[in-house]
C-alpha cells in the first residue's frame, strides 16, 4: 500500500482501469501530454498511448457525444470535463442520451461511461470554477453520481463507475484533491455504488455531508464533542442512488439530523434527503430536519467565497439551534 | 485582400521592423499620434501583465491569465473601435479592455477576486471577462444584431482563442452571423494552443480563418504581432460591418509567451526552441519598437519616460484597489435578481447578522 493524495488515488485508479481493462478510454482536454490541469492523468499518456489517454478538441458536447458512441460501439470512454462548471455544453448529450439511452432502446445499447469533473470551491479558483451543480445530474433519472472525500474512496469509487454498467458522473472534489494523503490499496478494489461510510459513530445527532463537505461537517463533529455531543456523520459518497439504510437507521437512532452541502440551498440535495427522512423517519424526529448550505445566489467570485461556503462553525451553529429545539 | 483565402498572412512589419510595400501605404496614412500610441499600449499593456504576475506570486491576486506576447493582436484590433462599439472578451484581453475605457484598478479587482472589477464605468460597452469558452461569441452576434435592427452604425467584435473554435457555440455564432448578415467582428487570436494542446489537434483545417468561408463571409489571416496589420485589417472589417456588408472573421496568428496561467506549466507541452524563436525573434513591441526608432519618432530616453509614466500609472491603480473597501458579505446577493425575492432577503438579512467566514 502506499500513501497517496487523492489526485494521486485518481490517477492510479486510472492506471488499474487502462491496464485491465482494455476498453477503457481516457478523453478530455489536456488529459494526455499535460496530464490534466491537476495532474489527474498524469504519466498515463506516456505509458498507454496516444489511442488510449486522448487529448481532444475544446468541445465538452463534442467530448460527451463521441464518448456516448464510442460506448455504444464496445469502449469503455472515461471521458474528463476539466472542470464541473463548464459541462454544460455537453448538458444535452448527458441528459437526453447518456440517461435515456438505456430506456430507450429497450437495453440494446446502454452508454455504458464515466464522465469525471473536479467541482466545488475553497481553492481560490477563478470565476465559474467552483460550482457544485450535482443536484442537476441527481435529479436525471438514468444518471449514476458519486463522489469521494477520501482517497482511498476515490480509487475504489472510479473503479466501481468503471465497472457500472451504467453513466455514472464522477465528481471529484478540488478541494480534496491535495488536502488529504492516506494509504491506498494496490490494484483493482470496489468501493461499491450506493453505500454511504459512516465517518463517526454518534448518538446524539446525525449529520449528512459529502465531497468538499465532509471535513467540514467532521470539524464540527470534533468540535462539538468537546461539548458532549456525539455526532453520527455519514459521508453520502454515492447522492445517486442513496444509502436510504445507512440514512434512515442513523436518524432513527438520534432523531436530529443536519445535512451540510456546498451547493445553494433551494432544491438542492438537501432537500432530498429531508423528504425522505420525513417518508421513513417523521415519527421518530426530535426536530425539523436543518440544512446549512450555500446561499441563493450564484457562488461568488473568491473574495467571498468563505462568506458563502459552509463552515465548521455555521455547522456546530446549526447543530446547536437542532439539540436546543 | 479580404476575403482571401490565404495559408499565409497579411504582415506589414516584419519581425526585424521593416514594412513591407504595401506597409509604407499603410504606414504613411497614420498620425503621428496614431503612430506613437500603438507603442504606448503595447508597453503600457506588458508592463501591466508583468506586474500582474509578480501580483500573482506574491499571493496579492488570484490565478491569472498573462497575456505577453499578444500585445499586437489587442492593442492593434482594440485600437481600431470606436466608444460605441461593443466588446465580448474572453479572459485574456486585458490590453483591450484598458483600451475600450475599463479603469486598471477595477481590471486588478477582478483578478483579486472581487466582482465589482466585472462593471465597466458609464458609457464603456465592455463585457466582463467570458470564462467559459466560446460563449460569448453567439452574444457579439446578437449584439451587431440589435444595432443591425435598430438601424445604428456601431459594430460588435468577440475575442476569442483557437481553442474556442472547436466549440458550437462558435459555429452556431458564424452562422447566425453569416445568415442574418450582421456587423460582427469574430476575432480570434490564435496563439497555437489551448492549454496544453496544440491547434493541429483542434482542427483538421490548416487555418481558422478559412472557416468563413463555409459561413459565406470573409476571413482573413493577419499577423498577429504585427500591430499595424492588425490595426488595418481590424480596420476595414470595421468599415465593412458599419457599411452593411456583414461579419468577418479576423484570425491573428500569435503566441502567449509564457504559460497559459500563473497554474499552468507550459514547459510540459511546448518545446523551448519553438518558445525562443517567438520570444527572440517575433515579439510584437521589439518589432514596433525598432520601427519608431529608425523612423526617428522614439528615442530611448522617451521609452524610459514612458515606462517610468506606466509604472506610475500601475502603481497608482494597484493602490486604488487594493484600498478599495471590501464589499461586505451579503454583497453577494447584491444584483442576483433586479429585485430580491422574499427567500433572497431571509437568507441576505441572515448572512448579515450572522457575518460570513468563520
Ligand atoms: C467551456 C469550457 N471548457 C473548458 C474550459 C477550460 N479551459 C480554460 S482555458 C482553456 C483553453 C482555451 O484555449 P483558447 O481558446 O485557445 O484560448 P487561450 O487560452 O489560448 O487564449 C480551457 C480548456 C473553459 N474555460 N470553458
Known amino acids: 500500500m502506499k500513501q497517496l493524495t487523492m489526485v494521486q488515488a485518481i490517477c492510479d485508479g486510472l492506471r ?50 463521441t464518448s456516448i458512441g464510442l460506448a455504444v460501439n464496445g469502449f469503455k470512454p472515461v471521458a474528463e470535463i476539466q472542470f464541473m462548471g463548464f ?52 435529479h436525471i433519472p438514468g444518471l449514476k453520481v458519486v463522489t469521494p472525500a477520501t482517497p482511498k474512496d476515490a480509487k475504489g469509487l472510479l473503479l466501481a463507475a468503471i465497472q457500472d454498467p451504467d453513466p455514472v458522473i464522477y465528481l471529484e472534489p478540488m478541494k480534496l484533491y491535495r488536502s488529504i494523503k492516506e494509504e491506498v490499496p494496490e490494484g483493482w478494489y470496489e468501493v461499491p455504488i450506493g453505500k454511504a461510510r459512516k465517518v463517526r459513530e454518534g448518538e446524539d445527532i446525525t449529520l449528512i455531508a459529502w465531497g468538499t463537505m465532509v471535513p467540514v461537517a467532521e470539524g464540527a463533529a470534533k468540535e462539538l464533542e468537546k461539548k458532549g455531543v456525539s455526532c453520527d456523520l455519514i459521508d453520502l459518497r454515492s447522492l445517486y442512488p442513496l444509502d436510504e439504510e445507512t440514512i434512515i437507521q442513523s436518524v432513527k437512532k438520534t432523531g436530529r439530523v443536519v445535512i451540510v452541502h456546498e451547493a445553494p440551498k433551494t432544491a438542492g440535495l438537501g432537500a432530498e434527503l429531508t423528504a425522505l427522512i420525513n417518508e421513513h423517519a417523521f415519527l421518530y424526529l426530535e426536530a425539523p430536519v436543518t440544512r446549512v448550505t450555500g446561499y441563493d445566489a ?25 439539540l436546543a429545539f | 485582400m479580404l476575403g482571401q483565402l490565404e495559408t499565409t498572412y497579411v504582415q506589414y512589419l516584419s519581425p526585424e521592423g521593416k514594412l513591407s510595400v504595401a506597409g509604407h501605404a ?51 484590433s482594440a485600437l481600431a473601435l470606436s466608444k460605441e462599439d461593443w466588446i465580448f472578451p474572453s479572459y485574456r484581453e486585458h490590453g483591450v479592455a484598458m483600451i475600450a475605457g475599463m479603469p486598471l484598478s477595477q ?19 465592455l463585457l466582463p471577462p467570458s470564462v467559459p469558452i466560446a460563449t460569448q461569441i453567439p ?62 489537434r483542434q482542427s483538421a483545417s490548416p487555418t481558422v480563418a478559412e472557416k468563413a468561408k463555409a ?14 496589420a492588425v490595426y488595418d485589417v481590424m480596420k476595414q472589417a470595421i468599415e465593412r460591418a458599419r457599411a452593411g456588408e456583414g461579419p468577418t472573421l479576423i484570425e491573428a496568428v500569435t503566441y502567449r509567451k509564457g504559460p497559459h496561467t500563473t497554474a499552468d506549466d ?28 529608425a523612423e526617428g519618432l522614439l528615442s530611448d530616453a522617451e521609452e524610459r519616460e514612458w515606462e517610468a509614466e506606466c509604472k506610475a500609472q500601475i502603481d497608482s491603480a494597484i493602490k486604488e484597489a487594493e484600498s478599495s473597501v471590501p464589499a461586505p458579505p451579503e454583497h453577494l446577493f447584491a444584483h442576483v435578481y433586479a429585485k430580491l425575492t422574499p427567500n433572497e432577503l431571509r437568507q441576505q438579512q441572515q448572512l448579515r447578522k450572522r457575518g460570513g467566514r468563520r
Open chain 2, 266 to 293: 507550459a514547459t510540459r507541452y511546448r518545446p523551448a526552441s519553438e518558445v525562443e524563436e517567438w520570444v527572440k525573434h517575433k515579439d510584437p513591441l521589439t518589432r514596433y519598437t525598432r520601427l519608431l526608432k
Open chain 2, 215 to 228: 459561413y459565406n463571409f470573409p476571413g482573413i489571416r493577419v499577423d498577429g504581432n504585427d500591430v499595424l
Open chain 2, 139 to 200: 452574444h457579439a452576434v446578437g449584439a451587431a444584431w440589435a444595432s443591425k435592427l435598430k438601424k445604428e452604425t456601431s459594430v460588435a467584435v468577440a475575442y476569442f482563442g483557437d481553442g474556442a473554435t472547436s466549440e458550437g457555440d462558435f459555429h452556431e455564432a458564424c452562422n447566425f452571423a453569416g445568415v442574418f448578415r450582421v456587423p460582427a467582428i469574430l476575432f480570434c487570436q490564435n496563439n497555437g494552443y489551448a492549454i496544453s494542446v496544440p491547434f493541429s
Open chain 2, 107 to 125: 481590471i486588478f479587482l477582478y483578478w483579486m477576486g472581487r466582482v465589482e472589477g466585472c462593471k465597466p464605468p458609464e458609457g464603456v460597452r
Open chain 2, 26 to 76: 499603410v504606414w504613411n496614412q497614420l498620425s503621428a499620434e496614431m503612430k506613437i500610441s500603438f507603442y504606448r499600449w503595447m508597453s503600457f499593456v506588458r508592463m501591466f501583465d508583468r506586474r500582474s504576475v509578480i501580483l500573482q506570486r506574491q499571493g496579492r491576486i488570484g490565478t491569472y491569465a498573462a497575456l505577453e506576447g499578444q500585445e499586437a493582436a489587442q492593442v492593434g
Open chain 1, 16 to 65: 488499474v482501469a487502462l491496464d485491465q481493462d482494455p476498453s477503457v478510454l481516457i478523453l478530455g482536454e489536456d488529459v494526455g501530454k499535460n496530464g490534466g490541469v491537476f495532474r489527474a492523468t498524469e504519466g498515463l499518456w506516456n505509458e498507454f498511448g496516444d489511442d488510449r489517454v486522448i487529448d481532444t478538441p475544446l468541445a465538452e458536447a463534442g467530448i460527451i457525444g
Open chain 1, 87 to 138: 459541462i454544460y455544453p455537453a448538458f444535452e448529450q448527458i441528459v437526453t442520451h447518456a440517461a435515456r439511452l438505456r430506456t430507450r432502446t429497450q437495453g440494446a445499447f446502454p452508454a455504458s461511461l464515466v464522465i469525471r469533473a473536479p467541482y466545488g470551491g475553497g481553492i481560490r479558483a477563478p470565476e465559474l470554477h467552483c460550482d457544485s451543480t450535482e443536484s442537476l445530474f441527481v
Open chain 1, 298 to 322: 450564484p457562488v461568488p467570485m473568491f473574495a467571498l467565497e468563505d462568506d458563502f461556503r459552509p463552515s465548521v462553525s455555521r455547522v456546530s451553529e446549526a447543530v446547536q439551534q437542532v
